[in-house]
């Protein structure tokens, strides 16, 4: 095996992105239960389906534009190679929680050795002692930024105390990036992966300056000479395959999962780059595999339940009884002709059940006056139809076409005068949400492991704060509960950082709450710094973890392509009500910038040290604007974003209650 792939993994992550809760009272349980009079009915039109399809693997890919070496704790004393393909901002990062105990030496290229700490200044080389990560996720780090005069291989000697341990495990990792356009884009081919089916593991490089018509990056052909990876499984077992040339510039392997939990997967390539350089990658993927495949039965039984509404009994298999599962598939009609058009979708969250020694099923409900509004068709079925876990996104199942026996609109549903009323996109309405609040508050919601990231909280009036503090929560965990300390107030709007933005929208699409009869301003749902679209710190940092002993671990809603499944069944009328900022550092001409130079290396500019501001769009939602000056958290080069006075009172000012 080349020296340049040596084993890199760790357990995953303890992400690290930093929202703030502050609140009043705090939320203590993580388990919550939830009764089927909770859930939403969700439906939506025929312009929302394509856009709320499950996204195209290929587009949820990991971009990286560094290489991540693991520290051994064998030898005293390790050699590491580095192709260095471009000067340009060009660091060295050591994270290890023994770092200071680590002897640095480098060999710049075709030069000798020389101390980095002791030494490196006379190179103009610079040293920066910080820490990775957030809020109670601080990880020591020691970035070194050089001032490179050409490329070539750079060598790094790390000489270890001879007292460290002897295990298998990584004691720290060095990371070396720049700012080469030359970046390589890992992804898996599948959001279906559970236990027993094959998953694809597929990377190839491409320059960050040419994109095909979608934005999607252009493979290069014929650069990597090598590709491999490393998978870490959740029983400690560790998978080395090689990636094999398919042709069209993308390497690929395949494996199996055997056990299900969360799984790390560390891709190594080399080669040359189009102008003759050599260069390594690493990119890390996080992922989650969930215990069984679910079967949807094709023989839907359906009931009317009134004169507007139809019980669809929905059998599947591979469930267990009472499993909380997202549904979602579309209604497609077909006239006298034969031909076939779609009518509208429905979905939402539902729950396994058993009736006597009846199948196991789920229960979804169909609003007819969707179909009043095609009186073309004849027939209607399901078409696209899928099983979803609500903690990770993972697609449990999957049906092309379910026909619906018996369905058509109502005699009441034919009167449809054509306007689409929130009852028919979220059902009918329990009857504690029905009167219009009285004393409603403004809910102050912080994000993943996170700290009271609204402190005094000055700027906001009638607020309450939610405090779940450095605690790792799904979105769906999340959302419950904020819905369970929001239960005792007649009605609220939020304001929330970070992931709490996504949690918040979460708890406005699946389920009825305080949110639904909130009352005054016009802005339901406030957030900034949310990760919408997830962070690369979830799939490039996962392996962080184990070494540093972080106790927050990996979240699957925060990586790419477990944002975009969670995404991929918000509709647009949930999408709406929420008004989102985004910040990022201040940036001038004399100098290099960020927010975290630790983030850094693993974000593509403008960021806010945790959330890059292409990942933080949220489509169909009122885009409030991109403020510089501001960072995710506390402790990076400018103040947190939580703590910008001007945007505060404005939120306040607006904010529904």
């Known amino acids: 095996m080349s020296k340049y792939f040596k084993p890199i993994f760790g357990s995953l992550l303890c992400f690290l992105l930093i929202c703030s809760f502050s609140l009043i009272i705090s939320a203590q349980k993580s388990n919550v239960s939830v009764s089927r009079a909770d859930f939403k009915n969700l439906a939506g039109s025929v312009e929302e389906i394509s856009a709320m399809r499950l996204p195209a693997p290929t587009t949820?890919?990991?971009?990286?534009?560094?290489?991540?070496?693991?520290?051994?704790?064998?030898?005293?004393?390790?050699?590491?190679?580095?192709?260095?393909?471009?000067?340009?901002?060009?660091?060295?990062?050591?994270?290890?929680?023994?770092?200071?105990?680590?002897?640095?030496?480098?060999?710049?290229?075709?030069?000798?050795?020389?101390?980095?700490?002791?030494?490196?200044?006379?190179?103009?080389?610079?040293?920066?002692?910080?820490?990775?990560?957030?809020?109670?996720?601080?990880?020591?780090?020691?970035?070194?930024?050089?001032?490179?005069?050409k490329t070539g291989i750079l060598r790094v000697q790390i000489e270890k105390p001879k007292n460290l341990s002897t295990s298998n495990e990584p004691i720290g990792y060095l990371v070396a990036s720049s700012d080469s356009p030359i970046r390589s884009y890992t992804y898996l081919n599948t959001l279906r992966t559970t236990v027993g089916r094959e998953i694809g593991i597929i990377s190839s490089l491409f320059n960050q300056k040419e994109n095909d018509e979608t934005g999607q990056p252009v493979s290069l052909l014929g650069n990597i000479r090598e590709s491999r990876v490393?998978?870490?499984?959740?029983?400690?077992e560790r998978i080395e395959l090689s990636l094999t040339d398919r042709g069209n510039g993308e390497f690929q392997t395949d494996f199996v999962p055997r056990v299900a939990g969360r799984y790390t997967a560390q891709v190594f390539s080399k080669g040359l780059t189009p102008g003759g350089a050599e260069f390594i990658r690493s990119s890390e993927l996080a992922f989650e595999v969930a215990g069984a495949a679910a079967e949807i039965g094709s023989i839907i039984s359906t009931n009317q339940i009134d004169d507007l509404r139809w019980q669809l009994d929905l059998p599947v298999t591979g469930l267990k009884t009472g499993e909380k599962v997202i549904v979602h598939a579309e209604i497609w009609g077909r006239d006298a002709d034969g031909s076939e058009f779609p009518v509208s979708w429905l979905g939402g969250m539902t729950q396994t059940q058993r009736s006597g020694k009846r199948d196991l099923s789920l229960l979804l409900t169909l609003d007819s006056r969707w179909l009043a509004q095609n009186s073309a068709a004849k027939t209607?079925?399901?078409?696209?139809?899928?099983?979803?876990?609500?903690?990770?996104?993972?697609?449990?199942?999957?049906a092309e076409n379910i026909s619906l026996p018996n369905i058509r609109a109502t005699e009441t549903a034919k009167s449809f005068a054509g306007i689409v009323t929130d009852e028919m996109r979220q059902g009918v309405r329990p009857a504690k949400y029905t009167n219009e609040a009285v004393g409603g508050k403004l809910m102050l919601?912080?994000?993943?492991?996170?700290?009271?990231?609204?402190?005094?909280?000055?700027?906001?009036?009638?607020?309450?704060?939610?405090?779940?503090?450095?605690?790792?929560?799904?979105?769906?965990?999340?959302?419950?509960?904020?819905?369970?300390?929001?239960?005792?107030?007649?009605?609220?709007?939020?304001?929330?950082?970070?992931?709490?933005?996504?949690?918040?929208?979460?708890?406005?699409?699946?389920?009825?709450?305080?949110?639904?009869?909130?009352?005054?301003?016009?802005r339901l749902i406030q957030s900034v710094g949310t990760?919408?679209?997830?962070?690369?710190?979830?799939?490039?940092?996962?392996?962080?973890?184990?070494?540093f002993g972080a106790g927050c671990g990996s979240n699957n809603n925060l990586t790419y392509s477990g944002a975009a499944s969670w995404l991929a069944n918000i509709p647009t009328w949930a999408r709406a009500k929420v008004y989102y900022h985004t910040t990022s550092f201040t940036d001038v001409w004399y100098r290099y910038d960020y927010c975290n130079i630790a983030t850094d290396p693993f974000l593509s500019d403008p960021d806010d040290g945790v959330v890059e501001r292409s990942y933080a769009q949220l489509t169909g939602a009122n885009n409030l604007g991109h403020k510089t000056g501001w960072c995710h958290t506390g402790g990076m080069r400018d103040p947190s974003q939580t703590t910008d006075a001007s945007r505060n009172s404005n939120m306040n000012a607006n904010a529904a209650r």
């Open 531 to 547: 990760p919408f679209q997830g962070t690369a710190l979830a799939g490039n940092l996962a392996i962080l973890g184990q070494i």
């Open 445 to 522: 919601v912080h994000g993943y492991c996170s700290g009271d990231a609204w402190g005094a909280a000055s700027q906001f009036t009638s607020y309450v704060k939610f405090l779940d503090l450095n605690k790792n929560r799904t979105h769906d965990q999340f959302a419950n509960l904020i819905k369970n300390f929001g239960a005792n107030l007649p009605s609220y709007g939020i304001v929330a950082h970070s992931q709490g933005g996504a949690a918040s929208l979460h708890l406005y699409t699946y389920y009825w709450s305080g949110l639904d009869y909130a009352t005054g301003g016009t």
């Open 230 to 236: 490393s998978i870490h499984a959740p029983n400690g």
């Open 380 to 398: 209607f079925q399901l078409k696209n139809v899928r099983l979803q876990n609500p903690d990770n996104g993972v697609v449990l199942g999957e």
């Open 60 to 149: 949820l890919g990991t971009r990286s534009k560094s290489v991540m070496f693991p520290i051994s704790s064998g030898d005293n004393l390790q050699e590491i190679e580095i192709p260095v393909d471009s000067t340009e901002n060009f660091k060295l990062m050591l994270l290890a929680p023994n770092g200071k105990s680590l002897n640095l030496k480098v060999a710049l290229p075709n030069e000798n050795f020389f101390d980095l700490r002791n030494e490196g200044f006379v190179r103009q080389i610079k040293q920066t002692d910080t820490t990775y990560g957030l809020e109670g996720n601080q990880f020591p780090a020691e970035v070194f930024t050089f001032d490179l005069r």
